[in-house]
Structure formats: structure tokens, C-alpha cells
């Protein structure tokens, strides 16, 4: 064991980033001003909510929050999808 | 004997190992899940390679067959050490107050009509130098560009044809 | 084992990635949010974020090998956005060109729109 946490801020660091970057999704889900710019800040937002998850796992080590990761990627891009083609098509499922 | 009807059914079934790259890939992506190489996962995954793509054939386009295998580890490399520059020339111009890209449209056009190959290189296009593929028109055989930072639209098409399509057309065909 | 007994060159390898991984997601969102049209705005987060979510998911591979669990279900997540990314940010861009979306640079007007 040496003296110097350094996991400890770069863990730190890593969560203010994200979560940054969340807020500052957050204000473009919020302004928008066109409808597909708001799903593209939700795709933003669910890639940054996957990254927070996996931090979160390397802080309690534990191998459980792999699998939330895993669940928010794909039914995030499944969110995107449906959404990008329910604005293009007007209709999820032709 | 087999009646010349249940050969036409068993054509349009495909065989086991059609889709070699597919059967490879959920084989590997089993494994993952599981993390382990415990011989009832390894039976599992090779059942799934196997029948996964069997039973998917219908739905499938042409096979997924890398030809020159050499070529194509190269061309990995090539395009993971793209996408690192091209972060860094996104980040540049995202942290740069003062800059000003220039935005424009490119038609890039299509030498190959290979599904694969066109559909890698429209992913290629997407995760690599300020550029991301919008529409792939599959009638007049061209990918509409769009480029953040770029004052030549002509020698930017010419780029990605000869960096990325010639390499994924040697792979494919 | 806890995080702080990992071997120290490791320990720097992983703060590495981790503070990498956070500066390219927080640079996908500035410039989602700074740049003036939506297609200018795709390209933010379609590119910075996968490399920012790699860094962290990387990171965390390194840590759980240096705790002695050797693993690689993080590729996976890894993978998994990696393939997905240009599909999700085509299909958006398909939409924002069917609802004329303004862009800054002139569309080409043969273009059919999708």
C-alpha cells in the first residue's frame, strides 16, 4: 500500500466530468429547440449514465453494476431508435 | 434421395456454417457473458453459433466472409488509431473558443455494392475524423457526408474512398 | 483487495484512463451544447462519448485485474457502443434531413430526402 490516493481522485475527477456532462446535456434536452435535437441529448445522457455506473462499480468493487450497465446500453440505444424513427416515419412499427 | 422440393427448402434454410464470421462473433459474445470457459458454455456457445445464424438465415444478406485476413487485422489498427486522432481533432475544435469550422455536405460514391463492406465503411465514416455518414442511398450507390471542419469537399471524398473502401473492398471481394 | 493496494504503475494506468475517459465525455456535451446546428451537434457526442465510456469502462477492466479478477465483460459494454453509436447517430441525422432540420451548410438539393 503506498500513501498516494490516486485512484481515489481520478475516481473523483471522473465522477464530477460525468456528471457535468450530464447536467450539460440535461440544458440541451431542456432548450432543445428541434425534437431530434432532445433525443440526441437523451442518447448523450444514457451513454454518460452507463459510464456512471460502471465508475460506481470500480468504487464499491463489485462486479453487480456490470449487468445495470449492460441493461441501460441496450434499451438506450433501442430508446434512440425508436424515437429517431418514430419522428421519421411518424410510427415505431410499420 | 431427397425430392427436388425439400432441396429448395433446405437452399432457402442455409446450411450450419454459412455465416462463419456471425457464427464466430455470438460464440465469443456467449463466452463473454459468462466469463468462463467451463465445458457446458463452450458446448452452449458452439450450439448457438451454429443455430443462431440457421435459423436467422431468412433475414440475413449476403455472408459475412473476410477474405485476406492480413489486410484486414492492418485495416483495424489503421481505423482504431483514426478514431483516437479524430477525438482529438473534435476536441480541439469543441474546446477552441475562437475556432470556426467550416460545416459542408459530401456525396461520397460507392465502388462496391458489397452489403458488409458498405455497411463497415459507413460505421468507419462515422466514428472516424469529423465526419458522420446521414444517409446511405442504396439506388444511386452513395453515402451523403456530413463533415464538421473541411474546405474540400471533393478531396475529402477522394480520402475516404482511398483510405477506408479500398482496404474493405480488398477484405470483402 | 481494495483499490488503493493495487500494484502503484497500475494504479497510475488506471487514474490515466479514468481522467481521460472524463474529459472526452465532458467534451461530447460542451460541444453538444456550444455548436450552432443539429449536425454539427451529432458529432460531439457520436465521437467523444464512445471514447470517454471506453476510458471509463477500460479503467475498470485494469482495476478488477489488478484485484486478481481477471475479466473482460467490460469489452462487451465496449462492443456493444461501439457498434451502436453510428447506427443510433445515422438514424437521427436520417430524421433531423426528413424534418429539414436548418443546417448551416447548404444541403445538396438533389438529395431525396429520407
Known amino acids: 500500500m503506498n500513501g498516494l490516493p490516486l485512484i481515489e481522485w481520478a475516481l473523483n475527477f471522473a465522477f464530477v466530468a460525468v456528471g457535468a456532462a450530464l447536467v450539460l446535456a440535461a440544458w440541451r434536452l431542456v432548450r432543445g429547440p428541434d425534437a431530434i435535437d432532445r433525443v440526441l441529448a437523451l442518447d448523450t445522457m444514457y451513454i454518460n449514465v452507463v459510464a456512471l455506473v460502471i465508475l460506481l462499480g470500480i468504487r464499491f468493487g463489485t462486479a453487480l453494476f456490470f449487468d445495470a450497465g449492460l441493461l441501460i446500453a441496450l434499451l438506450g440505444f433501442i430508446a434512440t431508435v425508436a424515437l429517431s424513427r418514430y419522428l421519421s416515419r411518424g410510427d415505431v412499427i410499420e | 434421395m431427397t425430392e427436388p422440393g425439400q432441396r429448395e427448402a433446405a437452399r432457402r434454410r442455409g446450411g450450419w456454417f454459412d455465416h462463419p464470421a456471425l457464427s464466430v462473433l455470438l460464440a465469443a459474445v456467449w463466452l463473454l457473458v459468462r466469463e468462463s470457459l467451463a465445458p457446458a458454455d463452450l458446448i452452449f456457445a458452439v450450439v448457438m453459433g451454429l443455430v443462431v445464424p440457421r435459423l436467422a438465415h431468412g433475414f440475413l444478406d449476403k455472408a459475412f466472409k473476410p477474405r485476406a485476413l492480413f489486410t484486414a487485422v492492418r485495416f483495424t489498427f489503421i481505423v482504431l488509431w483514426d478514431i483516437v486522432i479524430s477525438n482529438m481533432t473534435v476536441a480541439r475544435i469543441v474546446l477552441d473558443p475562437r475556432s470556426s469550422p467550416r460545416p459542408c455536405w459530401i456525396t461520397v460514391p460507392l465502388a462496391t455494392h458489397h452489403p458488409g463492406a458498405i455497411t463497415l465503411l459507413a460505421t468507419i465514416i462515422t466514428t472516424t475524423p469529423g465526419t458522420v455518414s446521414c444517409v446511405v442511398d442504396d439506388v444511386r450507390w452513395e453515402i451523403l457526408v456530413h463533415a464538421l471542419d473541411c474546405d474540400d469537399p471533393q478531396a475529402m471524398a477522394a480520402q475516404i474512398k482511398q483510405r477506408y473502401e479500398r482496404p474493405l473492398m480488398e477484405i470483402f471481394e | ?114
Open chain 3, 1 to 114: 483487495m481494495a483499490l488503493d493496494e493495487i500494484h502503484g504503475v497500475w494504479q497510475v494506468v488506471i487514474a490515466l484512463m479514468l481522467v481521460v475517459g472524463g474529459v472526452f465525455a465532458l467534451v461530447g456535451a460542451v460541444g453538444m451544447l456550444r455548436f450552432p446546428d443539429f449536425y454539427m451537434r451529432l458529432h460531439a457526442p457520436t465521437k467523444a462519448t464512445t471514447l470517454g465510456v471506453g476510458g471509463v469502462l477500460l479503467a475498470s477492466m485494469a482495476a478488477n485485474w489488478g484485484q486478481g479478477n481477471y475479466g473482460l465483460h467490460e469489452l462487451l459494454i465496449t462492443l456493444f457502443l461501439f457498434i451502436t453509436a453510428p447506427v443510433s447517430a445515422n438514424l437521427m441525422a436520417k430524421a433531423a434531413l426528413h424534418l429539414r432540420v436548418p443546417s448551416k451548410a447548404p444541403v445538396p438539393e438533389d438529395q431525396p430526402r429520407p
